[in-house]
């Protein structure tokens, strides 16, 4: 049986085609996607490529679906079930992954990167990385444990807490995550987004008051909201890495006495632990974090194109996109 994908072949295109379903192995599942989300990681994928990108690829990491076929050896799963699949395939028994740092193993192998992710009508999955979906939660809420997930590794590895107060530069999907994430977590968040229209739906500011932070993270490739963050810390304030740079513009000045003598820190966050999945749907299935109405634009795979636009031009908040719907 053949299913409708998108494929990329080469660094700058991509294709709405047909390929084979494939069969899973024995400790992996099919499943029919419902819905997968649209970030700006894939618009970096597709337009200028990513460090970790095997091509040919399907991409499409935030998935969420119904299994449909099971494995021989598959337990604890079931046709029928509704799943979030987390992206990543570890190893286990590594240093990272003894620690609960999956993200960080050496043997790591991220669906949508390494192998086909959710941009078709199905995805084979390991059952290793299977969640299941709590069933108060539909699809489309389900589908943000993703970026949710990464958002609170960031939080984690910021220390993030009761009444620590956070500045946030960005305001776009991921910035509204972390914002309301680090409220859930009982910190008092701030965003920062020259987007008026972004910032102020988040009750943020066009620019940096004139203020410090507990905790400052960037949720925006910008090496200019990098070098005003960290001066926008406090002592023993942590900056958090959330977003990369382009390899030519990711090298900044830091004062190592201002680190020094104010004991701060610098960390980075990159993706996100299985662990964080689970966190993350608890934080969605009870309320703790809102999510349906970031969803701004719901669109069929076919229109990829339109929908990478909406995400370069900042013209939308969150953009899910349906395999499964609108056949043509």
């Known amino acids: 049986m053949e299913m409708k994908c ?7 295109a991509f294709e709405l ?5 494939g069969n899973p192995m024995d400790d992996e599942v099919v ?7 649209l970030c700006r990681t894939d618009l970096k994928l597709i337009r200028v490529g990513h460090r970790d990108l095997v091509l040919p690829r399907i991409p499409g990491e935030e998935v969420v679906g119904i299994i449909c076929k099971t494995g021989s050896a598959v337990t604890g799963f079931r046709e029928g079930d509704r799943v979030y699949v987390y992206p990543g395939i570890w190893c286990g028994i590594c240093p990272s992954c003894l620690a609960g740092a999956q993200n960080l193993c050496r043997k790591m192998r991220i669906m949508g990167f390494h192998r086909d992710g959710g941009f078709a009508e199905y995805v084979i999955a390991p059952a290793q990385s299977l969640i299941a979906v709590p069933p108060v939660l539909t699809a489309e809420r389900a589908v943000f444990a993703e970026p949710l997930s990464c958002c609170l590794n960031a939080l984690e590895l910021g220390d993030v807490g009761k009444d620590k107060s956070v500045g946030i530069w960005g305001a776009g999907p991921a910035g509204t995550l972390l914002h309301r994430a680090s409220k ?4 008092e968040p701030f965003n920062i987004d020259p987007d008026q229209q972004r910032s102020e739906r988040i009750r943020g500011a066009n620019s940096c008051p004139d203020r410090t932070f507990d905790v400052c993270i960037v949720a925006v490739g910008s090496k ?6 960290i001066i926008r810390l406090n002592p023993r304030g ?12 990711d090298r900044l000045p830091v004062s190592f006495n201002q680190l020094h003598y104010n004991e701060q820190m610098l960390v980075g966050a990159y993706g996100c632990s299985y ?6 749907l608890s934080f969605i299935a009870d309320g ?20 990478l636009e909406l995400v370069e031009n900042r013209r939308g908040m969150k953009i899910l996109l349906y395999p499964q719907a609108w056949e043509k």
């Open 224 to 229: 200019q909201a990098y070098e005003e963050a």
């Open 31 to 37: 499943i029919k996607v419902e819905v997968t989300g």
């Open 288 to 307: 703790r974090v809102a999510v349906e109405d970031m969803i701004s634009h719901r669109m069929p795979l076919d229109d990829l194109g339109p929908a």
């Open 6 to 12: 998108i494929m990329v072949r080469n660094i700058g």
């Open 17 to 21: 085609t047909r390929t084979p379903i």
């Open 184 to 187: 859930a977590l009982g910190a």
């Open 275 to 280: 662990r964080h999945g689970h966190q993350a």
């Open 238 to 249: 942590r900056l958090v890495v959330f977003s990369g740079l382009s390899p030519l513009d």
